[in-house]
């Protein structure tokens, strides 16, 4: 009889999916999910049904993606021997997410769409949305496709309306999606800072002495911030779509580190 992978096997082995398939997107925005079926060496409707759930992988189709995503053949087996974890703190890196809403998780464009469509008397046609966001059609026409799957749009008289039904992950997790996320903002910001009149834009930074005990209550000071910037703002009539980034890390080396290649 074919062994199929238990749940935590699979949820495991989506997380590398969509882990792999978000770094070569993120180097290649042309890569697609058709190119990377073929890496794997399974057919592009298979990848799709497994990406969404539709279909459980067997152990040996299993192994011929993990090898074909260059993990060696002791790799492998030890994946697939791996029955559940050992890790409390693991299962919740592995999380129960749909291709689809890691997608949403880890573009920036989306939220970008879910907010410009509230704009009042923004066009709702996927060509000036494209045009508003500096996107092309059709990356906005299959983000519109993704987020009314998922149900957080509908289409009402012709018009896109947000339902406010909303996917994410705990903010401490090391999660892919949101690294992806947040390597994207960065790139905006460069951009921004490059190509932004310093009239609508501001950039400042400054240098903390820090100590890390105090880094929980500098982190909750920050989002109470972002919340009451907000509130202040989007009640005002909004017409524009901003990314506000706080960015906080440390430059120094901890004490127990110094001297060492990290």
């Not at 401490?172 to 951009?191: G, M, Q, V």
């Not at 929980?216 to 980034?245: G, S, T, W």
Request: include cysteine; hydrophobic fraction near 35%; charged fraction near 30%.
């Amino acid at each position: 009889m074919t062994e199929l992978l238990n749940d935590y096997q699979n949820k495991k082995l989506l997380y590398e999916l969509m882990e792999s398939y978000s770094a070569k997107k993120s180097l290649n925005a042309a890569f697609s999910l058709r190119a990377f079926s073929k890496k794997l060496g399974v057919s592009s409707g298979a990848l799709t049904e497994i990406l969404q759930k539709k279909r459980r992988v067997t152990h040996a189709t299993a192994k011929k993606i993990l090898l074909n995503l260059s993990y060696s053949p002791m790799q492998a087996e030890s994946f697939l021997e791996e029955k559940k974890s050992s890790n409390i703190g693991l299962d919740r890196v592995y999380q129960d997410l749909t291709f689809d809403q890691y997608e949403v998780l880890s573009g920036w464009h989306y939220l970008a769409l879910l907010n410009l469509i509230e704009l009042p008397g923004e066009k709702h046609n996927v060509k000036a949305l494209a045009d508003r966001l500096d996107l092309s059609v059709k990356k906005v026409e299959e983000s519109l496709e993704r987020l009314l799957r998922l149900e957080m749009l509908e289409k009402v008289n012709g018009r896109f309306v947000r339902t406010f039904i909303r996917y994410q992950t705990s903010e401490d997790i090391a999660n892919s999606a949101i690294k992806k996320y947040h390597r994207d903002t960065l790139e905006l910001s460069e951009a921004a800072l490059r190509d932004t009149e310093v009239e609508l834009r501001d950039f400042s930074s400054i240098l903390l002495k820090i100590n890390p005990k105090n880094i929980k209550k500098v982190k909750e000071l920050i989002r109470a911030f972002q919340d009451e910037v907000c509130e202040l703002v989007e009640q005002d009539d909004p017409e524009e779509i901003y990314h506000m980034n706080v960015h906080l890390y440390p430059v120094s080396k901890p004490t127990n580190v110094r001297g060492k290649n990290v």
